[in-house]
C-alpha cells in the first residue's frame, strides 16, 4: 500500500494538488476525523516498505455498518468530512468490502475512485493485485527452508497458506516453492487419493514430501475449517493443516510436521513486481481523477493499467480455474492436489 500512497503522492504534487492521508483508513472519515497531509518529504522511501503509513482498519465502525449494508449516519459523516476539508476526490485502496463501501459512497454522491488489494489476488477485475506476489514470495522462501529440514529427517511437512475462498497463493508458491501437493479450495482433495500419494512418494525413495494446503481448501463433502465463529461479522480460516497431518500420520505412520505461515505473508517487504504494480496503480488513480472518472477503479489487463466501474469490480470473484493451465502445468510436473 505504501507504493500506491507514493506513486499517488508524486504524480498529484506534479499536478499541483494537495493530498491527506485518512488514518487507519475510513475510520479517519468519520468522527473524530483523523487525518495528515502527505508530503514528498514523509512519503519519501516509503515504496521500500510493507503494510501502510497511514494505518488502517480490517473490521472498523465503517466497513461493518457501511460494508455489510449501507448506514445512512455514516455516509452522511463522510461527506460531512469530504466537504469541510474541500476534498476533489477520494482514493479508497482495498479488497471487495473497502471497495463496497466505496461504491456506497459513490453511490452518494461523494467522488471516489477505487484501489484494488488484497494478498489473494481473487478479484476479475484485474488479473493482479499488488501484495499478492510478495506473499507468494514469503511461501516460496519457507518451502525452501522446509524443503531441507524435510529431506534431512525423511518427513512429511504440511505448510497452511492464507488465501481466503481462493487457491492463488498456494497454487502460484507451491509450483514455484517445489510443493508436492497442492490442495486448494477449488478442487476438493480426498484423503484418501492424499495419503496414497505421499506414501507411493516415500515408498519410492522420495526423501521428502511438501504439501501446501490453502486455508480454505477442503476434502470432498467435508467443510471448510474455521478458527472462530465470527469477528465482527466475518468468520477466520485456519486448521486445516492440522488435519491433513493427523491424517496423513494415521493412514501412513509417516512422520509429520505443520506450519501455519500466516500473518507473515502479510508482512515484510514487498517485491519489486509489487512496488512497480502498486506505483502504476497509484499514478493510475490521479489519472482517474484528473480524468473525473469517479466511481471507477484502477485494474490491470493485458499488461496495462485501466479502469473498472467499481460496481462491476465488487463481488465478482477469481478463483483458480481447476482445469486452466496453471493446475495442469503443475499436474505435468508431477505435482497432485490430492484429487485422484
Ligand atoms: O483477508 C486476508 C486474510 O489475511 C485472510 O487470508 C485471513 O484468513 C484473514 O485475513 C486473517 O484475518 P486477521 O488478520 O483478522 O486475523
Known amino acids: 500500500m505504501n507504493a500506491v500512497i507514493r506513486a499517488t503522492v508524486v504524480s ?21 476525523v483523523n487525518h495528515k497531509v502527505l508530503t514528498l518529504e514523509n ?20 466497513v461493518a455498518k457501511s460494508g455489510l449494508g449501507e448506514n445512512e449516519q455514516i455516509t452522511q459523516e463522510v461527506k460531512k468530512t469530504v466537504l469541510n476539508l474541500g476534498l476533489h476526490a477520494l ?19 461523494v467522488p471516489v475512485v477505487g484501489v484494488p488489494k488484497t ?32 529431506a534431512s529427517h525423511k518427513r512429511v511437512l504440511v505448510l497452511e497458506v492464507m488465501g481466503w475462498h481462493a487457491g492463488w497463493i498456494a497454487l502460484y508458491g507451491g509450483l514455484a516453492g517445489g510443493a508436492d501437493v497442492i490442495l486448494i479450495p477449488e478442487i476438493p ?31 470432498k463433502g467435508g467443510e471448510v475449517m474455521i478458527v472462530d465463529s465470527a ?8 486448521g486445516i493443516a492440522t488435519r491433513v497431518a493427523q491424517e496423513i500420520m494415521e493412514r501412513t505412520g509417516l512422520e509429520t510436521r505443520t506450519v501455519v505461515l500466516g500473518h507473515l505473508q502479510r508482512g515484510g517487504a514487498p ?21 473525473k ?7 490491470y489487463l493485458n499488461y496495462q493499467i485501466g479502469a473498472v466501474t467499481i460496481k462491476e469490480a465488487v463481488g465478482q470473484m477469481k478463483y483458480v480455474p481447476s482445469e486452466g493451465q496453471v493446475v495442469k502445468t503443475a499436474q505435468a510436473v508431477g505435482i497432485s492436489f490430492g484429487d485422484s
Open 12 to 32: 498529484a504534487y506534479t499536478l499541483g494538488w494537495e493530498v491527506i492521508g485518512f488514518i487507519d483508513g475510513y475510520e479517519g472519515l468519520i468522527f473524530p
Open 43 to 62: 512519503t519519501q522511501g516509503i515504496t521500500a516498505t510493507g503494510g501502510t503509513i497511514i494505518g488502517t482498519t480490517s473490521k472498523g465502525r465503517f
Open 91 to 109: 482514493i479508497c485502496i482495498g479488497g471487495d468490502g473497502s471497495l463496497t463501501a466505496a461504491e456506497q459512497l459513490f453511490e452518494n454522491g
Open 119 to 150: 494478498i489473494h489476488n481473487d478479484l476479475s477485475a484485474t488479473a493482479w493485485t499488488f501484495g499478492f506476489d510478495s506473499a507468494v514470495q514469503c511461501v516460496v522462501d519457507a518451502l525452501d527452508r522446509l524443503n531441507t529440514t524435510a
Open 189 to 219: 482433495f480426498s484423503y484418501e487419493c492424499l495419503c496414497t500419494h505421499v506414501e507411493k512418494r516415500m515408498s519410492s525413495g522420495a526423501a521428502s514430501t511438501l504439501v501446501v494446503v490453502a486455508e480454505g481448501a477442503a476434502s
Open 231 to 238: 469477528t465482527k461479522g466475518q468468520v477466520r480460516l485456519g
Open 271 to 291: 517485491t519489486i513486481q509489487d512496488r512497480i504494480l502498486g506505483t502504476r496503480f497509484g499514478v493510475g488513480a490521479v489519472q482517474l481523477i484528473q480524468e
Open 293 to 299: 472518472k469517479f466511481g471507477h477503479m484502477v485494474s
